[in-house]
């Protein structure tokens, strides 16, 4: 059900220096959003930053991670899945900025309050690593065609139930 890792969010005490930190040491590639949010982006992936208490949906001290997977199934699939599984969706569906454009996301914590988010792409969006290594493998040296570096498969989730039901405010990404 779930193809890679979209973005990881990360509670900071300082965005500025997270930023300067993950692009100075990593290579990562510092990103401004209209709304002043900043990220850093690598491969096809992306990191955002929050300080403390700057995400109502995320209860960093209770579980910090916040972390966006995109799914190989569809929307109406994965919240019959969900709740056949008596999982809460806290938020959703709702239109976000993922790494390669809009998504439609659905959010839910898992049994530590870590939120989980299940987004979808377009489907004429959605390239999985597969794919994409089928056709970096099918060039030829010396085509003249550019291949981009494949981006690293992760996915690592567990299927469980929230301890709690919580009602929250939508925020936007």
Request: glycine fraction near 8%; proline fraction near 3%.
């Amino acid at each position: 059900m779930i193809s890679h890792i979209d973005h990881i969010v990360l509670t900071v005490t300082d965005i500025d220096k997270s930023v300067e930190f993950f692009a100075t040491t990593l290579g990562m590639t510092p990103i401004t959003y209209a709304n002043g949010r900043q990220a850093v982006a690598f491969g096809t992936q992306k990191i955002n930053f929050q300080l403390v208490g700057e995400e109502v949906r995320n209860h960093a001290l209770e579980g910090s991670g916040d972390v966006c997977f995109i799914a190989e199934v569809g929307i109406e699939q994965m919240l019959a899945h969900l709740a056949a599984l008596d999982i809460t969706i806290l938020e959703g569906p709702v239109t976000k900025n993922g790494a390669q454009g809009e998504i439609q996301s659905i959010y839910f914590n898992d049994l530590d309050n870590n939120l989980i988010e299940i987004g979808f792409y377009p489907q004429e969006n959605v390239t999985t690593n597969a794919t994409k290594s089928q056709k970096a493998s099918s060039k030829t040296k010396g085509s003249g065609d550019t291949e981009k570096s494949p981006s690293t498969k992760s996915t690592t989730a567990k299927s469980s139930k929230p301890r709690s039901k919580k009602s929250t405010t939508k925020t936007k990404n």
